[in-house]
């Protein structure tokens, strides 16, 4: 297939390492592997990960879920505390599958007991540090209340506690993703030994693909749900948890204009294709992207002098040093390794794979 | 319609409105109208221009051409300078439409002038400041260069002078719109004075939704294309562009979760609803989104304090006032005014009208 305009191409030798990668690392630590599909978000991609022994999946959407189970998935956790408005559409969903759904409060509690007629798994989310959903570890008295009510519902199991350190993607340094990983165990494993003498099938779970790409030490977890390792990006690259040579994605744009007066060239591919994730770059400033040329059949990665530096909705540009400048002209095609995979898939809505397959990912509901 | 998840709310009667005030305001000061569709994106919409007497549009890519064609459009000038591998394709929809198309260097020109078998109407993309695309008004030579080129194939035919003042979208205040519109006004008109014997009916087209809302003086324009007025949004807000009663979406979102011990809500709908453009908020931080809620059946637009300061993949979280947080419980429904509707509409892909009418925007391609 020829590329004539923004593209994303996926390695597909790569993701298939890096799922094989994860899937070894949960087996020799003899965790469960849930892994994440909102980065890839593809039926078809879900299959490379039910090739290499998967069974279980997370997702951060019923509308994720919904498709996953459509496309033979039937052990699903919906990553995001309960939306009180879906649980009409949920409790259908839990009539065919096995799903989680996660709460943290007593009015999504509530809620689901209401309206729940299938067999539901609850985990409460807990906050280790990200500031984001979740209860903190130390509210035991809400927790305590919680596991009260949810003993009243039959219809609603118990599966255990449930955390996403994301907090490990602002970390200064690979010691910094230990030292919050290490914290987080702390927390969940303070959660299991108050509650396991009376809930002693309790699940830890937990999994931001920083700690479970680094990390080596899961005392009390029962459970990994990393997503973005599949494919990696530059963020996780310069937190120090992928190799370049790990990063299965590739933004493949046309060139527009080469405007040497101010060392820039105009890519076609903007916000509308990478989404606005940034990583600070060596000169200070936003850096959307890094750049792979192709020079006599070969492909070369240009250093970070030269980086994809603003986006608007179609347009990208490239600061480019005076000495590089050669390798541009309109019309050719550049190869750009974006910042956040996870944003750019869920833009493209489809893959283009090394080897000329398109991968659709699921369509808008 | 029942909203149970993150949706994009429009006002039928705002964007109606607004499209005609900007009709009145181009017939009023004898300029073609050419709205830019990048905007909504929807073919239904694009129905409210025609009926307001629009018979010619703007697009920012040969995808989006395709899909107006394909919708009874048939005059269409694509603003993005021509992405040469696409030329197969554009060639085949100049056979069909008016089809208008930017060029800014040489071997823009050749590729066309080398594949291009039906009439096609070509502008020169200039460059009035915003240093993304186009070519310096002064560099003369190079224009020369490129009319005389374009005298060589007759299938070409030379439109005039395109610009896209997009730098007014980093004023200061109104007064700096005035003055980039004012200065790209006089670039523009010399260019006009220069070229004008040799070729009569050479047109001048502008377009940015901050000078095209507020400025008056339109001396020495043949055309306008704003696209981003038919919404408007929290950054033409604070530009001061536009009033919040002219904003015609909202998103709305179900709230998942209350934390008062830090003043915070989180929402479901995160960046790959919103997307990620922010504009400073009085605190100095980043503000994705301003809020409404309901109370007792009336709306009420929370104050600066009150706004929705983080987005991660599918979670917003708002920043709320102590005195404020007594709005929010899990499961209602809030509304926020986004930040930049052209990037929240792209994600979302359809909107429910405030008639309850659900209108989708051009698939995929």
Same mark, same amino acid.
């Given at each position: ?5 923004? @593209?994303?191409?996926?390695?597909? $030798? ?6 094989? $990668?994860?899937?070894? !690392? ?9 892994? +994440? ?17 998967? $069974? ?35 409790? %259908? ?6 799903? $989680? ?12 007991? /209401?309206?729940?007629?299938?067999? @539901? ?16 570890? #130390? *509210? ?23 955390? +996403? ?32 003498? %009376? ?24 459970? =990994? ?17 992928? &190799? ?14 080469? +405007?040497?007066? *101010? #060392? ?20 200070? &400033?936003?850096?959307?992207?890094? =750049? ?5 059949? &070969? ?5 970070? !002098? /030269?980086?994809? +530096? ?24 550049? %190869?750009? =390794? ?5 944003? @750019? ?21």
């Amino acid at each position: 297939m020829e590329i004539v305009r923004p @593209t994303l191409l996926l390695d597909k $030798n790569i993701a298939l390492r890096n799922i094989e $990668n994860m899937v070894s !690392k949960a087996r020799d630590l003899h965790l469960n592997f849930r892994p +994440h599909f909102k980065t890839h978000q593809s039926a078809e991609i879900g299959e490379w990960f039910r090739a290499a022994g998967v $069974n279980c999946i997370t997702v951060s959407s019923f509308t994720m879920a919904s498709y996953f189970a459509d496309n033979g998935w039937d052990d699903i956790t919906i990553a995001l505390s309960i939306n009180i408005p879906e649980i009409p559409e949920i409790n %259908e969903l839990a009539g065919r599958i096995k799903l $989680n759904v996660l709460i943290e409060n007593q009015e999504g509690l509530e809620a689901l007991q /209401n309206q729940i007629t299938w067999h @539901t798994g609850v985990f409460i989310k807990i906050d280790t540090g990200y500031n984001r959903t979740g209860i903190e570890a #130390n *509210r035991t008295p809400l927790i305590d209340q919680l596991l009260a009510n949810i003993q009243k519902s039959p219809l609603l199991q118990f599966k255990g506690f449930l955390s +996403h350190t994301g907090h490990t993607y602002q970390a200064n340094s690979t010691h910094d993703i230990f030292s919050r990983h290490f914290d987080a165990l702390l927390k969940m494993k303070a959660l299991r030994t108050r509650y396991q003498n %009376e809930w002693p099938d309790l699940m830890i779970s937990l999994g931001d693909t920083p700690s479970c790409s680094i990390c080596d030490k899961f005392d009390g977890v029962d459970e =990994i749900r990393p997503g973005n390792f599949v494919f990696y990006d530059l963020m996780q690259y310069k937190l120090g948890v992928c &190799k370049l040579t790990d990063i299965a994605v590739r933004m493949v744009c046309p060139v527009i204009a080469v +405007h040497p007066s *101010r #060392n820039e060239v105009v890519i076609y591919g903007g916000a509308v294709h990478f989404g606005k994730d940034s990583i600070i770059n060596i000169d200070g &400033k936003p850096l959307f992207g890094r =750049i792979i040329v192709n020079a006599d059949d &070969k492909k070369i990665l240009l250093d970070e !002098k /030269n980086y994809l +530096h603003a986006l608007s909705q179609e347009h990208g540009i490239l600061k480019i040093s005076p000495r590089d400048l050669n390798y541009f002209k309109p019309g050719i095609l550049v %190869e750009i =390794i974006p910042v956040h995979s996870c944003l @750019t898939a869920n833009l493209m809505k489809e893959y283009l794979t090394t080897e000329g397959d398109v991968i659709r990912m699921m369509p808008f509901a």
